[in-house]
């Protein structure tokens, strides 16, 4: 018995030992990749959060605030009357609403209530931090008998982008959702609703919230028969048109951290008898998180990668189908197209290659998830852009299907799309009309070209019975010249005085005719002013017939050339491309502007050219060439401060005499570096008036906004009210242009530094501006000329055009600076050892010291130097 007892004793021993080391194999082998699959999926769950930091969300016309399924609160609209430019209040509401089969079943509270604008209205909200913004417009036609929402047509746009153009919503049965994904890099951003005339607008809810930074990046790749890369989606405005859940039920706000819907794919499924429907636990989505390719539940919520559809019979070795679906889309944009995939059909890796098409093109051969995401069940996505040229029937048709490869078994799947409208050349999501109503479409429409089709007839018409009128008179004409001026002076303007011979053909070539007839005289007066007319010929003889290698630069005009005339003089020759469609009316602007002005800080016009179809104005040569190659981006040697101060002080001449010191005052509109020359003695010369606009009696005028991206007064873009301001704006663009040698707008640069104008003031109020100085220059820059250049910059960006100085008082300040500087020149790096000891804010504090006690007379915006602009008033 005892003997039995050991033995069972032994044997239990043995038990335990064993089970210990079984318990120590598996902490030392299983727990650390459960432990790596948690981390996983651990940082899945917190990269699922995202806090926007701007989110406006507005109930328009309700009485209170409006609480949603998915926790989103609404505001009021009496609480968000401070984001609207009228006092007008007018207010919709109904009960309840019912409409059945409604995606948007979630948001149904914000369809009750609506908010009615009887004249243009705007919006205006303040960005915290600028990127891209969910933009989220609510429709719905409420019934009320004072006002028929349903026959409203209106527009909706953004500073300068058309979100809605002549939209109307008619139908009283369903829901209209409009959602849009803007790249906003201003710190104001404005909805705009506009009536048509006669009518009225309304808007049921608002939605500006932020969208995470991984969202949308810059490239794709482009659809077409040969596959490349795609750059530039940031530049691009975005509407929402399909998002799809592919293989899976909708899914709602409530559960999509974005509050994005997601639909069904079944109504877009072009053959479902080929398909069949896979799912697996959401919870075991997994999300890579690599340096290369981020994908995070902010991408697609995990029950869109938790679903898919895979093909019918994947058993069968050689299917002759692909997987299928179709969306309508509007002709003439380009759309850019998100595919999910996740592979949840496979038991293993390297078992799954598909095929990937758009429009029949293949965007990907032979896609291998296990390659790109290295296990199962792991989220991937793939972008591409596809343009009008490859949009037919207004559809896009997205394909999976097997590829040739030799495998076990052929398969493919598909776990969710989004099809996404691109912003147009007109900067519009909904036709081609811009947000000053200016058409920019590719061609006329079929109505407008019959029109201008018969009205070309009736001219034809007429004019061939102006010329039998003429002929008849032709031979009736007396025999006299001096006889005939009562009976031709309805057809020809005569001299008041005649000289001439009885022979008509006595000064038959005196005046070149314009490029509707071809002149053939060579020696003449001009018509125009007292410059010079060119023979195309010989502008053609200047430049051995326009040859590339005499291009001196290329602008909205055309080309410039460098050209030699017969007797050695060399010329500036800018030619119109015939491609731009403010050609002719620039070309008459600046020969208008050139011939009446004189000043050595203005270009010198020499001639033109008006015949054969061609626009052409000639220049003196400026030999130096633009002021901003001499800043930055090319090889020439950095200029010293000081000359840098005499070219602005130049250019402000130039500018100041267009204002004030011509018989009428002109408004230059393209003030930047590159329409500043420099000839052989760095002398600047402003050039470039295509855009330029007369004032007459008035100290504004509405126009189309013009000018330049960066250097654009937002007050006129905003108003489209022309000042001789919004010139002083530009300049002041300019000016930190010069100081910090960067361009003005850089992409490249994070989103805050973008633009130099913002800035450039951000860093001006903390103090810090002298660190983004050219430290070119720096090193022998006086601190206190630096302080007055920096707070005539400061003044000149202001946002009101009030608040900014003349350019009287610019060009005093600049010649200032420079008297301050070239009294000591060798200031052996004072400039940053300053600043070393001070705060740059010091500046503007009367308590300051540091810097201040480096310069015996302080500038402050009290002082003398600014004394002028502290009680400017606009003039």
Same mark, same amino acid.
């Given at each position: 018995?005892?003997?039995?007892?050991?033995?069972?004793?032994?044997?239990?021993?043995?038990?335990?030992?064993?089970?210990?080391?079984?318990?120590?194999?598996?902490?030392?082998?299983?727990?650390?990749?459960?432990?790596?699959?948690?981390?996983?999926?651990?940082?899945?769950?917190?990269?699922?959060?995202?806090?926007?930091?701007?989110?406006?969300?507005?109930?328009?016309?309700?009485?209170?605030?409006?609480?949603?399924?998915?926790?989103?609160?609404?505001?009021?609209?009496?609480?968000?009357?401070?984001?609207?430019?009228?006092?007008?209040?007018?207010?919709?509401?109904?009960?309840?609403?019912?409409?059945?089969?409604?995606?948007?079943?979630?948001?149904?509270?914000?369809?009750?209530?609506?908010?009615?604008?009887?004249?243009?209205?705007?919006?205006?909200?303040?960005?915290?931090?600028?990127?891209?913004?969910?933009?989220?417009?609510?429709?719905?036609?409420?019934?009320?008998?004072?006002?028929?929402?349903?026959?409203?047509?209106?527009?909706?746009?953004?500073?300068?982008?058309?979100?809605?153009?002549?939209?109307?919503?008619?139908?009283?049965?369903?829901?209209?959702?409009?959602?849009?994904?803007?790249?906003?890099?201003?710190?104001?951003?404005?909805?705009?609703?506009?009536?048509?005339?006669?009518?009225?607008?309304?808007?049921?809810?608002?939605?500006?919230?932020?969208?995470?930074?991984?969202?949308?990046?810059?490239?794709?790749?482009?659809?077409?028969?040969?596959?490349?890369?795609?750059?530039?989606?940031?530049?691009?405005?975005?509407?929402?048109?399909?998002?799809?859940?592919?293989?899976?039920?909708?899914?709602?706000?409530?559960?999509?951290?974005?509050?994005?819907?997601?639909?069904?794919?079944?109504?877009?499924?072009?053959?479902?008898?080929?398909?069949?429907?896979?799912?697996?636990?959401?919870?075991?989505?997994?999300?890579?998180?690599?340096?290369?390719?981020?994908?995070?539940?902010?991408?697609?919520?995990?029950?869109v990668y938790a679903t898919c559809v895979q093909m019918e019979d994947p058993e069968v070795m050689q299917p002759n189908f692909n997987l299928s679906w179709m969306v309508n889309v509007e002709e003439k944009y380009s759309y850019l197209v998100r595919l999910h995939f996740c592979d949840i059909v496979s038991r293993g890796l390297d078992q799954l290659y598909f095929n990937v098409y758009i429009n029949g093109i293949e965007g990907v051969p032979a896609l291998d998830l296990s390659y790109e995401t290295k296990a199962l069940s792991t989220a991937y996505y793939k972008d591409f852009v596809i343009g009008p040229s490859n949009i037919t029937n207004g559809s896009i048709v997205i394909q999976v299907g097997p590829t040739n490869h030799k495998q076990d078994i052929s398969n493919a799947i598909l776990n969710g799309f989004e099809v996404m409208k691109m912003s147009?050349?007109?900067?519009?999501?909904?036709?081609?009309?811009?947000?000053?109503?200016?058409?920019?479409?590719?061609?006329?429409?079929?109505?407008?070209? !019959?029109? +201008?089709?018969?009205? &070309?007839? %009736?001219?034809? $018409?007429?004019?061939?019975? /102006?010329?039998?009128?003429?002929? *008849?008179?032709?031979?009736?004409?007396?025999?006299?010249?001096?006889?005939?001026?009562?009976?031709?002076?309805?057809?020809?303007?005569?001299?008041?005085?005649?000289?001439?011979?009885?022979?008509?053909?006595?000064?038959?070539?005196?005046?070149?005719?314009?490029?509707?007839?071809?002149?053939?005289?060579?020696?003449?007066?001009?018509?125009?002013?007292?410059?010079?007319?060119?023979?195309?010929?010989?502008?053609?003889?200047?430049?051995?017939?326009?040859?590339? !290698?005499? +291009?001196?630069?290329? &602008?909205? %005009?055309?080309? $410039?050339?460098?050209?030699? /005339?017969?007797?050695?003089?060399? *010329?500036?020759?800018?030619?119109?491309?015939?491609?731009?469609?403010?050609?002719?009316?620039?070309?008459?602007?600046?020969?208008?502007?050139?011939?009446?002005?004189?000043?050595?800080?203005?270009?010198?016009?020499?001639?033109?050219?008006?015949?054969?179809?061609?626009?052409?104005?000639?220049?003196?040569?400026?030999?130096?060439?633009?002021?901003?190659?001499?800043?930055?981006?090319?090889?020439?040697?950095?200029?010293?401060?000081?000359?840098?101060?005499?070219?602005?002080?130049?250019?402000?001449? &130039?500018?100041?005499?267009?204002?004030?010191?011509?018989?009428?005052?002109?408004?230059?509109?393209?003030?930047?570096?590159?329409?500043?020359?420099?000839?052989?003695?760095?002398?600047?010369?402003?050039?470039?008036?295509?855009?330029?606009?007369?004032?007459?009696?008035?100290?504004?005028?509405?126009?189309?906004?013009?000018?330049?991206?960066?250097?654009?007064?937002?007050?006129?873009?905003?108003?489209?009210?022309?000042?001789?301001?919004?010139?002083?704006?530009?300049?002041?663009?300019?000016?930190?242009?010069?100081?910090?040698?960067?361009?003005?707008?850089?992409?490249?640069?994070?989103?805050?530094?973008?633009?130099?104008?913002?800035?450039?003031?951000?860093?001006?109020?903390?103090?810090?501006?002298?660190?983004?100085?050219?430290?070119?220059?720096?090193?022998?820059?006086?601190?206190?000329?630096?302080?007055?250049?920096?707070?005539?910059?400061?003044?000149?960006?202001?946002?009101?055009?009030?608040?900014?100085?003349?350019?009287?008082?610019?060009?005093?300040?600049?010649?200032?600076?420079?008297?301050?500087?070239?009294?000591?020149?060798?200031?052996?790096?004072?400039?940053?050892?300053?600043?070393?000891?001070?705060?740059?804010?010091?500046?503007?504090?009367?308590?300051?010291?540091?810097?201040?006690?480096?310069?015996?007379?302080?500038?402050?915006?009290?002082?003398?130097?600014?004394?002028?602009?502290?009680?400017?008033?606009?003039?």
């Amino acid at each position: 018995m005892e003997e039995e007892n050991k033995e069972v004793i032994m044997k239990h021993s043995c038990n335990f030992f064993s089970l210990f080391i079984l318990l120590l194999l598996h902490h030392l082998f299983f727990i650390p990749f459960t432990c790596a699959y948690n981390s996983i999926t651990t940082d899945s769950l917190t990269d699922s959060t995202f806090t926007p930091s701007v989110n406006y969300l507005i109930d328009c016309g309700s009485s209170s605030k409006t609480h949603l399924r998915d926790g989103r609160i609404f505001k009021s609209d009496p609480d968000t009357t401070s984001f609207l430019s009228t006092t007008e209040d007018i207010q919709i509401s109904v009960d309840s609403i019912n409409l059945a089969n409604t995606s948007y079943s979630s948001a149904l509270p914000l369809y009750e209530t609506a908010r009615v604008f009887t004249e243009d209205t705007t919006y205006s909200f303040y960005i915290s931090k600028t990127g891209r913004l969910w933009v989220r417009l609510y429709f719905f036609p409420l019934p009320n008998p004072t006002y028929n929402l349903s026959s409203f047509v209106f527009s909706v746009h953004t500073d300068r982008l058309v979100l809605l153009h002549e939209f109307s919503q008619r139908n009283n049965d369903s829901l209209v959702f409009k959602e849009y994904l803007l790249n906003v890099t201003d710190h104001r951003f404005s909805l705009k609703f506009k009536p048509r005339k006669s009518s009225f607008a309304f808007i049921n809810a608002i939605e500006i919230v932020s969208a995470p930074d991984i969202l949308i990046s810059d490239s794709a790749i482009q659809v077409s028969p040969s596959l490349g890369k795609f750059s530039g989606l940031m530049n691009s405005a975005l509407q929402v048109s399909y998002r799809i859940n592919v293989g899976g039920p909708p899914i709602t706000p409530e559960n999509d951290t974005l509050s994005r819907t997601w639909e069904s794919d079944d109504p877009y499924n072009v053959f479902p008898q080929g398909s069949m429907s896979v799912s697996i636990p959401s919870k075991r989505i997994k999300y890579p998180q690599t340096s290369d390719f981020i994908v995070t539940p902010l991408i697609a919520p995990n029950s869109v990668y938790a679903t898919c559809v895979q093909m019918e019979d994947p058993e069968v070795m050689q299917p002759n189908f692909n997987l299928s679906w179709m969306v309508n889309v509007e002709e003439k944009y380009s759309y850019l197209v998100r595919l999910h995939f996740c592979d949840i059909v496979s038991r293993g890796l390297d078992q799954l290659y598909f095929n990937v098409y758009i429009n029949g093109i293949e965007g990907v051969p032979a896609l291998d998830l296990s390659y790109e995401t290295k296990a199962l069940s792991t989220a991937y996505y793939k972008d591409f852009v596809i343009g009008p040229s490859n949009i037919t029937n207004g559809s896009i048709v997205i394909q999976v299907g097997p590829t040739n490869h030799k495998q076990d078994i052929s398969n493919a799947i598909l776990n969710g799309f989004e099809v996404m409208k691109m912003s147009n050349s007109a900067d519009s999501l909904d036709g081609f009309f811009s947000v000053d109503g200016e058409y920019k479409g590719p061609n006329l429409t079929t109505k407008l070209k !019959k029109l +201008v089709a018969i009205i &070309g007839f %009736f001219l034809a $018409v007429i004019s061939l019975l /102006l010329l039998g009128v003429m002929y *008849v008179r032709w031979l009736k004409r007396p025999l006299c010249w001096e006889e005939s001026r009562d009976f031709f002076s309805w057809l020809f303007p005569l001299r008041s005085k005649c000289n001439m011979s009885c022979s008509i053909y006595s000064n038959k070539y005196e005046s070149p005719k314009s490029k509707h007839g071809g002149g053939h005289s060579i020696h003449h007066s001009p018509r125009r002013g007292s410059k010079r007319f060119f023979h195309f010929i010989e502008l053609q003889r200047a430049t051995n017939n326009f040859d590339e !290698k005499k +291009v001196l630069g290329v &602008g909205g %005009f055309g080309k $410039v050339y460098l050209g030699t /005339l017969d007797d050695g003089r060399r *010329v500036a020759i800018k030619r119109g491309s015939g491609s731009s469609g403010q050609g002719m009316n620039e070309f008459i602007t600046e020969l208008n502007m050139l011939s009446k002005l004189r000043h050595r800080h203005l270009v010198s016009l020499v001639g033109f050219c008006d015949e054969n179809s061609e626009m052409v104005l000639v220049y003196d040569y400026v030999s130096n060439g633009p002021f901003r190659s001499h800043l930055y981006g090319s090889n020439y040697s950095p200029l010293s401060w000081e000359k840098r101060l005499e070219i602005c002080i130049g250019a402000a001449r &130039g500018l100041h005499y267009l204002h004030t010191g011509a018989s009428q005052s002109i408004i230059h509109r393209d003030v930047k570096t590159t329409n500043i020359l420099l000839d052989e003695n760095y002398v600047a010369k402003v050039a470039d008036f295509g855009l330029s606009k007369t004032i007459h009696d008035k100290a504004q005028i509405s126009t189309a906004v013009k000018g330049s991206f960066g250097y654009l007064d937002p007050e006129y873009f905003k108003s489209q009210q022309l000042t001789q301001k919004s010139d002083i704006y530009s300049f002041g663009v300019v000016l930190f242009e010069v100081l910090c040698a960067r361009p003005v707008i850089c992409p490249t640069l994070p989103m805050e530094q973008a633009n130099l104008a913002d800035w450039v003031v951000k860093q001006h109020k903390l103090g810090i501006l002298h660190k983004a100085v050219d430290p070119r220059i720096s090193y022998n820059m006086n601190p206190e000329s630096y302080k007055i250049f920096v707070q005539l910059g400061v003044k000149c960006l202001s946002e009101s055009g009030v608040d900014r100085p003349s350019m009287g008082d610019v060009l005093w300040h600049l010649e200032h600076a420079y008297q301050v500087q070239i009294a000591s020149p060798q200031v052996d790096n004072r400039l940053s050892s300053a600043f070393q000891n001070a705060n740059e804010g010091d500046i503007n504090n009367d308590n300051s010291h540091g810097i201040t006690s480096i310069v015996p007379n302080r500038i402050t915006s009290g002082s003398l130097v600014f004394s002028q602009m502290d009680n400017f008033q606009g003039r």
